[in-house]
């Protein structure tokens, strides 16, 4: 046909779904992140800067919750797509193939890990903020009530979580820094 462009990547199924996945997971996690940040400003707004809650305290016990929505687009939206970005500039440029098995790997540790992950900083970054609306300004004790009191929990949850992810996150680099050191034939 005159006028068509070839596509220069070649394609795979494993590519295709692990894009596919990746963006739609991108897409909402943007949606979730903005929600997160709109979120986050209205509970800032309902507790006010007082005697009992001075500016300092005021930034420590949101600082949880405002940190939610950094994480989210960076965690949630920008890595998926760089990854993504990073898999057709690979075949763009003819250099190695990714192993499917390796991208299916990656995106089943990743992505759990970040919405767990996410899921916990949002859960204690209201714990704060709902703990501080309701009278309690002691952050120490607050910070020690958070998912019933149970330092185990509390660090078997954040370690699983972020065990998930990073392990993801890992498995993903790896592969991609061996796709670069081959290059497919011409």
């Known amino acids: 046909m005159a006028g068509r462009l070839e596509n220069p990547v070649p394609e795979s199924a494993s590519h295709r779904q692990f894009c596919r996945t990746h963006l739609r ?6 949606i979730v992140a903005l929600l997160a940040g709109i979120s986050f400003q209205e509970s800032g707004r309902k507790v006010l800067v007082t005697a009992e809650v001075p500016a300092g305290a005021h930034l420590e016990f949101i600082l949880s919750l405002a940190l939610v929505h950094g994480h989210l687009v960076v965690m949630g ?14 075949g763009v440029l003819g250099l190695g193939t990714v192993p499917p098995r390796a991208l299916a790997w990656g995106t089943r540790l990743y992505l759990p890990g970040v919405c767990l992950t996410s899921l916990l900083m949002l859960v204690k970054g209201y714990h704060l903020v709902l703990g501080v609306r309701h009278g309690h300004t002691d952050f120490a004790a607050l910070n020690a009530s958070f998912l019933g009191g149970s330092h185990a929990l509390r660090v078997a949850a954040f370690g699983f979580a972020h065990a998930l ?10 592969a991609f820094w061996k796709a670069l050191g081959s290059r497919q034939a011409a």
Request: aromatic content about 14%; hydrophobic content about 80%; glycine content about 10%.
């Open 77 to 90: 939206v920008l890595l998926p797509l760089a990854f993504t970005w990073m898999l057709h500039l690979a």
């Open 25 to 30: 997971f991108a897409l909402l996690m943007l």
């Open 165 to 174: 992810m990073g392990g993801g996150l890992v498995l993903l680099a790896w």
